[in-house]
């Protein structure tokens, strides 16, 4: 996931959910440097699947999705700008069909809305409203 500033976030894929949460600094990139990623921070969801499959930052870098197997979770960053911290707390649930092997999650441009998808040949790209 990056932030509208460039700061990416990544979390990795476990069984259960529980992902490590890391951020690379944008001063990593084209820098030619080796950056180091440290991160003892865990998302706070537990799935009984390899989870999660996807994520996007909300183009005002206010929200955050992350895509699990059987469901949208929704976190608000209520002002603040460590999504590391935002991370660890409890989502919301968001609505979402069920997608056969459904992998990937991303906002529309103007943050009122978010699409997912599946993976495969003639997969459906759904479109649902933010409703909270």
């Known amino acids: 996931m990056v932030d509208p500033s460039g700061e990416v ?4 894929k476990v069984d259960g959910g529980k992902g490590l949460i ?14 180091q990623v440290n ?3 865990y998302l706070s969801i ?18 955050i999705l992350v895509k699990i197997r059987e469901s949208v979770l929704y976190w608000d960053m209520n002002g603040s700008k460590d999504y590391v911290s935002v ?4 989502p919301v649930i968001l609505p979402y069909i069920l ?3 459904g992998e990937a999650v991303a906002w529309q441009p103007d943050g009122r809305g978010y699409y997912t998808l599946g993976e495969g040949l003639n997969s459906s790209l759904y479109h649902y409203n933010l409703v909270l």
């Not at 600094?25 to 030619?32: A, D, E, K, T, Y």
């Not at 799935?47 to 996807?54: E, F, I, K, L």
């Not at 991370?87 to 409890?90: E, G, I, T, V």
């Open 9 to 12: 976030y990544i979390i990795s």
């Open 22 to 35: 890391a951020h690379v600094p944008s001063s990593g990139w084209n820098s030619g440097n080796t950056v």
């Open 39 to 41: 991160s003892n921070a």
């Open 46 to 63: 537990s799935t009984t699947h390899r989870d999660p499959v996807g994520g996007d930052i909300s183009p005002s870098g206010d929200e």
């Open 87 to 90: 991370l660890q707390r409890q």
């Open 99 to 101: 997608e056969n092997r």
